[in-house]
C-alpha cells in the first residue's frame, strides 16, 4: 500500500530528471550550426521535431534527418526533369520530411511555389498539431489554403488541438472552425461531447456564439429530439443559456411556418432580437421559416446577419425553391436597404423567369420610379446576363442612375470574373 | 518543512541533476554523447549527409515509380483467402460487421485501410443470401457504411475468383431488386475488366437491367488491360460506343490508336464515323504532333483560322515546355533566358514557327510570365507600345488565376498607366485578382495589400480589395477605402447610404 502511494511521486521525480536532461540538450545547441555542402549555412530550424532530430544525429557526428532531408531537396532542384516528374518526387519527398521537420518541408515548399501540396502535409500535421500550427503561422500569404486544410485535419483528429489554438486563428478561419469540429459527427452522443467542448472555449459571447451557429449547423438533433422553447427560457444568461437557444433555433428548422409562429410567440420581447439572428442563421438552410426568419430579423434591426446570409448561394437556393407568386409578392414588402438586396433579387426572380412574359408584364405594371421596379430590372438584367440575353435592353428600363450605375457595375464585374 | 514545499524542492533538485548528467556527459547512452567538433571532420559529415540525402531521394523517387496495379494486391488476397477459409460465418453476419467497423480506423487523409476480416464477412453473406446483403447494405451510413463502401469490391473479385459468372450474375439480379443496381454495376465492371472476359460481360447485358448495363459499361475502361486494347475496340463498336474510347489507356499514343481503329475495314463504319465526330476524341486526334497542322486541323473537325491554330499553339507549347526540360523552371531559375525558351519551341515546332510565329509566341510569353514577368518581356520587345500593353494587361487578368501576388505586381509594373483604356484594363485585372486572392488567402492578402508601396497599383488593390469585401465586411471595406488617394478612384466609391 505504502509503495503504491508513493508511485505517483516517484514518477513526477523521474519526469523531473528527464525535464531536466531534456532542458539541458536544447540549451547545448544553441551555437551549433550545420553546413551543407555547396549549399552554405544549412537553414535554420526552430522546431522540436528538427531539434531532436539535429540532437541525436549531432551524436551521430554531424549530420541530421532534416538537413538530409533539405539536402535532398535541393539535390532534386539541380536534376532535370519534367515538371510533372518533379512534382510527384517533391510530393513524396515533402510528406516524409514534413513528419521529421515541419518547418523546413513547408519552408522548402513555400520557395517552390508548391504550398498548396494536396495532402502532403496531412500526416504531419495530424501527427504534430502543435508543431506544425507553429510553422504554419510564419509562411504568411500564401498559407491560408493550407492552414484551412490542418484546421480540417486536426478537427477530426485531434479536436484539442485545434480548439487550442482558435484564439491564435485569423478571424476568418475562426469563423468556420467549429464547422470543421463537427464535419464528421455522425450521432448525436459524439456531437454533445464535442458541443461539451465547444461550450468550455474561452471566448467572448459574440465568438462563442459564432462558434455554436457553426456546431449546431453542422451537427443538428434528429427532429424529434429537437430543443424546445421552454428548455432555454428559464435559464439564465450565459453560455448554456445561448447553447440551449442556438440548440432551439436549430430544431425549427424543420417545423412547419405555422409551428415557427407558435413558438416565436411565447419568446419575451427582450430575447427577440438575438432569437430572430440565431434563426435566420440556423433556419436559412431550410425551406419552411426561411420567410419568417428574415422578416423577424427585420423586425430585430439584425443587419449583419442578413448581409451575412443574404445572396449567399446556400441561401438564394433555398430561398428561390417558394412558390414564385407569393415570393414575390414577399419581396415587394421588404424594405429597400443594401443588406436586403440579395433577398430581393433572389424572391422576385422565379416569377421573372417561370413565365418571362407574364414576369415582363408584372414588372411593368409596378409603380413608374418605384424603387421595386427599378430593382426589379436590374435583377433581371443580371439574369439575362449569365444567360447571353440582351441586357442593354433589360437595363434601359432602369429610371435611377444609381441602380443603374450598381447594374453596370456588376455586369463589369461578372465579365471580369467569368473564365 | 511542509509537505508541498519538500516536494517542490525534491523536484527541482531531480531537474538539476538531470541538467548535471547530460552536461558531464553521463547520460545512459554514454557511449553515444557528442562527439568533439574535432574529432568529425567536415568532410565526414558531408560525405554522411550526401549519403542520407542520397538515400532519402532515392526512396522517393522509388515511390514515384511505383505503377498502379487494378485489382487486390497479392499479400491483401492471399490475407483474405486466408480468413474465408478459416472463418466460420458467424450467424449474424450484419453484427459482426457492425462491431468490425468500430475498430476500422480511417485516418481523414489516410488511405484506405486493408480489413481482410471485413473482406471475409462480406464474401460469407454474399454466398449465402445476396439480396439479404444489399438489402442491409443500402442503408448504411457511419463507420459501417464506410467500411463495407471501401471492402465490398474485394470481397466480390474474391467470389468470382472462386465462383465465376455462376456467382456473379445472381448477385447483380440481387442488388437491381433492392435498387442498388448501378453502384454495384460499377464495382462488378472492376472485376470483370481486370480479365477482359468478353463471354461473362455478354452475360451481363443479357441480365442487367439498362441502367446497370450502362453503368458497368461505361466503368470497364478503368481496369481493362492495355494490352487487350483490341478487345475493347470490339466491345465499343459491337455497343455503337466511340465515347467509351475517350478514357481508355490502350498502352500506345492514344490518338495513333484511334486512327488505326479508324482505318480498320473489319469495325462497322459507322463506328469508325464516330470516333471521327466524337468531339473528345477530335481533341485527341487533332493533339497528335505527328500529323501536319492540315491533318490536325481537319481531325478537329475545325476551319484553318487564328482561333483554331492559337488552340493547337496552346497544346503545343504546353507540350514542349512540360518536357524533360521543364522550361518553365529554368527561366525561372535563370539557367534560360525567354528567347532561348523560345527559340527551343520554335524548334520542336517547326511547323507551327512557321505558320502562326504570333501565336506561338504568345503563348510561350503567358507560359513564362508568371515565372519572371520582367524576363519574359523581351519576347514582346518588337511590338508596339499600345499591343504590347494591351497584351500585358490580358495575360495580367486572364492568366494569372492563382499567381503570387508579387509576380502580379511585378507584372503589372511592366506596362504604365497613361491612357484611359490602359488604366480601365489595369482595374480590371486588379478586380479579379482581389475577388480571387480575398477568397483564397483572406486576411495574408489584406495585410499584403496594405502593406504595397504608393503608386497606381496600392490604389487599384485598395480600391478592388474594397469592393470584395464591401458585402460582408463593410467596416474592413471603409477602412480600405479611407485609403486612397487618388482622385478619380475616390469618386467612384459608392456613398455609405446608397443601398
Not at chain 1, 414577399?330 to 422565379?350: C, K, M, N, S
Not at chain 2, 517542490?8 to 547520460?27: K, S
Not at chain 2, 481523414?108 to 464474401?123: F, K, M, N, T
Request: glycine share 6%.
Amino acid at each position: 500500500m505504502k509503495t503504491s502511494s508513493h508511485l505517483p511521486r516517484v514518477f513526477t521525480h523521474v519526469l523531473a530528471l528527464l525535464a531536466g536532461l531534456g532542458l539541458a540538450a536544447l540549451a547545448s545547441r544553441g551555437g551549433t550550426k550545420t553546413e551543407v555542402p555547396g549549399k552554405g549555412p544549412a537553414r535554420s530550424t526552430t522546431n522540436t521535431g528538427a531539434e531532436a532530430a539535429n540532437r541525436s544525429a549531432a551524436r551521430g557526428g554531424g549530420k541530421t534527418r532534416a538537413d538530409e532531408y533539405r539536402q535532398a531537396w535541393d539535390d532534386l532542384a539541380e536534376e532535370t526533369m519534367s515538371a510533372s516528374r518533379r512534382a510527384d518526387i517533391q510530393w513524396r519527398l515533402l510528406k516524409a520530411w514534413a513528419m521529421v521537420d515541419i518547418e523546413g518541408a513547408l519552408t522548402a515548399a513555400k520557395e517552390e511555389g508548391f504550398l498548396n501540396s494536396s495532402g502532403a502535409f496531412d500526416e504531419a500535421f495530424m501527427a504534430n498539431p502543435r508543431e506544425s500550427w507553429t510553422a504554419l503561422r510564419k509562411l504568411g500569404l500564401g498559407s491560408m489554403e493550407l492552414t484551412t486544410r490542418w484546421a480540417q485535419m486536426v478537427a477530426l483528429k485531434d479536436p484539442d488541438a485545434m480548439i487550442a489554438v482558435l484564439g491564435e486563428m485569423p478571424p476568418r478561419l475562426r469563423r468556420d472552425a467549429a464547422g470543421f469540429l463537427f464535419e464528421d459527427v455522425d450521432s448525436d452522443e459524439a456531437a454533445n461531447k464535442l458541443k461539451e467542448k465547444v461550450l468550455r472555449i474561452d471566448a467572448s459571447e459574440e465568438e462563442m456564439e459564432m462558434h455554436l451557429r457553426q456546431a449546431w449547423l453542422s451537427a443538428p438533433l434528429l427532429p424529434e429530439d429537437r430543443v424546445r422553447v421552454d428548455g432555454w427560457l428559464d435559464l439564465p444568461a450565459g453560455t448554456e443559456r445561448l447553447h440551449a437557444m442556438t440548440g432551439w433555433a436549430s430544431g425549427l428548422r424543420y417545423q412547419d411556418p405555422a409551428t415557427i409562429g407558435a413558438e416565436w410567440e411565447k419568446i419575451p420581447t427582450a430575447d427577440r432580437a438575438q432569437a430572430a439572428r440565431l434563426l435566420l442563421n440556423q433556419v436559412g438552410k431550410q425551406l419552411p421559416g426561411i420567410r419568417f426568419a428574415v422578416d423577424r430579423a427585420i423586425e430585430g434591426g439584425q443587419w449583419q446577419t442578413l448581409r451575412d446570409n443574404g445572396g449567399a448561394e446556400y441561401f438564394s437556393s433555398q430561398l428561390m425553391k417558394g412558390e414564385p407568386e407569393e415570393l414575390a409578392q414577399w419581396a415587394l414588402t421588404l424594405p429597400h436597404r443594401e443588406e436586403v438586396g440579395g433577398y430581393f433579387a433572389d424572391a422576385i426572380l422565379p416569377k421573372l423567369t417561370k413565365d418571362p412574359e407574364a414576369g415582363r408584364a408584372w414588372l411593368e405594371s409596378l409603380p413608374e420610379g418605384s424603387w421595386q421596379r427599378d430593382e426589379g430590372y436590374a435583377a433581371l438584367a443580371q439574369e439575362t446576363l449569365k444567360k447571353g440575353g440582351d441586357w442593354e435592353a433589360v437595363v434601359e428600363e432602369i429610371s435611377d442612375a444609381e441602380i443603374r450605375r450598381r447594374a453596370e457595375e456588376r455586369k463589369r464585374d461578372w465579365e471580369v470574373r467569368k473564365r | 518543512m511542509s509537505h508541498p514545499l519538500r516536494n517542490i524542492l525534491t523536484h527541482a533538485l531531480a531537474l538539476g541533476a538531470g541538467w548535471a548528467i547530460y552536461q558531464a556527459g553521463g547520460t545512459s547512452d554514454g557511449d553515444r554523447k557528442p562527439a568533439p567538433e574535432s574529432q568529425v571532420s567536415g568532410a565526414e559529415r558531408r560525405n554522411e549527409l550526401s549519403a542520407g540525402a542520397a538515400k532519402v531521394l532515392a526512396a522517393a523517387k522509388a515511390a514515384a515509380d511505383e505503377t498502379f496495379v487494378p485489382g487486390l494486391k497479392q499479400e491483401a488476397r492471399t490475407e483474405a483467402m486466408k480468413r474465408i477459409g478459416s472463418m466460420s460465418p458467424p450467424a449474424d453476419i450484419a453484427a459482426a460487421l457492425d462491431t468490425l467497423a468500430l475498430s476500422y480506423v480511417v485516418e481523414p487523409a489516410g488511405d484506405r485501410p486493408d480489413s481482410p476480416e471485413a473482406v471475409a464477412l462480406i464474401y460469407h453473406w454474399l454466398g449465402k443470401d445476396p439480396e439479404e446483403f444489399f438489402q442491409w447494405a443500402k442503408s448504411l451510413d457511419g463507420p459501417t457504411g464506410t467500411m463495407v463502401r471501401q471492402q465490398f469490391w474485394k470481397a466480390v473479385e474474391l467470389q468470382l475468383k472462386a465462383k465465376g459468372a455462376a456467382a456473379l450474375l445472381p448477385m447483380l439480379a440481387s442488388a437491381e431488386k433492392t435498387g442498388m443496381g448501378r453502384s454495384v454495376a460499377n464495382s462488378f465492371a472492376r472485376v470483370v475488366a481486370l480479365e477482359a472476359d468478353l463471354d461473362l460481360i455478354a452475360k451481363v447485358k443479357s441480365s442487367a437491367s439498362k441502367e446497370s448495363w450502362n453503368e458497368f459499361i461505361g466503368s470497364l475502361y478503368q481496369t481493362w488491360p492495355a494490352e487487350r486494347r483490341a478487345e475493347f475496340a470490339k466491345l465499343a463498336a459491337a455497343e455503337n460506343k466511340p465515347g467509351l474510347l475517350t478514357y481508355f489507356n490502350p498502352g500506345k499514343p492514344r490518338a495513333e490508336w484511334l486512327r488505326e481503329l479508324m482505318a480498320d475495314e473489319s469495325l462497322p463504319a459507322e463506328f469508325r464515323e464516330g470516333i471521327r465526330t466524337n468531339p473528345k476524341l477530335q481533341e485527341t486526334l487533332a493533339s497528335d504532333t505527328t500529323l501536319s497542322l492540315e491533318e490536325r486541323l481537319a481531325y478537329a473537325g475545325k476551319q484553318d483560322d487564328a482561333q483554331s491554330r492559337a488552340e493547337i499553339c496552346r497544346h503545343d507549347v504546353d507540350q514542349v515546355l512540360g518536357n524533360d526540360h521543364d522550361w518553365p523552371r529554368a527561366f525561372r531559375r535563370g539557367e534560360a533566358t525567354a528567347q532561348e525558351v523560345l527559340e527551343a519551341v520554335r524548334a520542336a515546332t517547326p511547323e507551327l514557327a512557321a505558320a502562326s510565329p504570333e501565336a506561338l509566341r504568345d503563348r510561350v510569353f503567358e507560359r513564362l510570365v508568371g515565372e519572371d514577368p520582367a524576363g519574359a518581356m523581351i519576347l514582346l520587345a518588337d511590338l508596339p507600345a499600345a499591343e504590347r500593353n494591351a497584351r500585358v494587361l490580358h495575360t495580367a487578368l486572364r492568366e494569372f488565376d492563382h499567381a503570387e501576388p508579387d509576380r502580379f505586381l511585378e507584372l503589372l509594373q511592366q506596362v504604365p498607366a497613361d491612357t484611359e483604356a490602359d488604366r480601365e484594363a489595369r482595374l480590371d485585372a486588379w478586380n479579379r485578382r482581389s475577388w480571387q486572392n480575398d477568397e483564397e488567402e483572406r486576411e495574408n492578402y489584406t495585410t499584403w495589400v496594405q502593406a504595397l508601396p504608393p503608386g497606381i497599383d496600392r490604389e487599384m488593390a485598395l480600391f478592388s480589395l474594397a469592393r470584395v469585401v464591401a458585402g460582408r465586411y463593410p467596416d474592413l471595406a471603409e477602412s480600405l477605402r479611407a485609403q486612397i488617394t487618388d482622385a478619380e478612384l475616390k469618386q467612384r466609391i459608392p456613398s455609405p447610404s446608397q443601398p
